[in-house]
């Protein structure tokens, strides 16, 4: 009776394990340097995310509820959206935009490395 609930569960701990083994392929640094030397805001752009500005807020159309009830914290370079109650740092936004995984989205963001030929 139960068997139906018990496998997402399992399917989800197989994900997750996949996940971080794939994090592990990307140095600490290097991923430090994609969530802090990206603009959020560039990030908003190059995923063609619907934005404006209203009332001298920076407005985005966020990617999970679709609402605008969202803003910028450039200091932590972070989208909010107050509706999901959820940050994204540059690699989470494009994880939900673009329904990337994680690998996908590091390599969505890496040439946006300012400097990334010095690399
Ligand atoms: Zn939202």
Do not use: W
Request: aromatic share 10%; net charge positive; glycine share 4%.
């Amino acid at each position: 009776m139960n068997e139906r609930e018990k496998k997402p569960k399992h399917n989800e701990s197989q994900r997750r394990r996949r996940l971080s083994k794939s994090q592990r392929r990307y140095s600490d640094e290097f991923l430090r340097r994609l969530r802090n030397e990206i603009p959020i805001r560039s990030v908003i752009q190059t995923l063609s995310i619907p934005h404006k500005y209203r009332d001298g807020y920076f407005r985005f159309l966020c990617p999970v509820c679709e609402f605008t009830h969202t803003g910028l914290n450039p200091e932590a370079n972070l989208a909010r959206c107050f509706r999901c109650e959820r940050n994204f740092n540059p690699i989470e936004l494009v994880m939900a935009a673009e329904s990337a995984d994680f690998v996908l989205a590091v390599s969505y963001l890496a040439p946006m490395l300012p400097g990334d030929h010095q690399g």
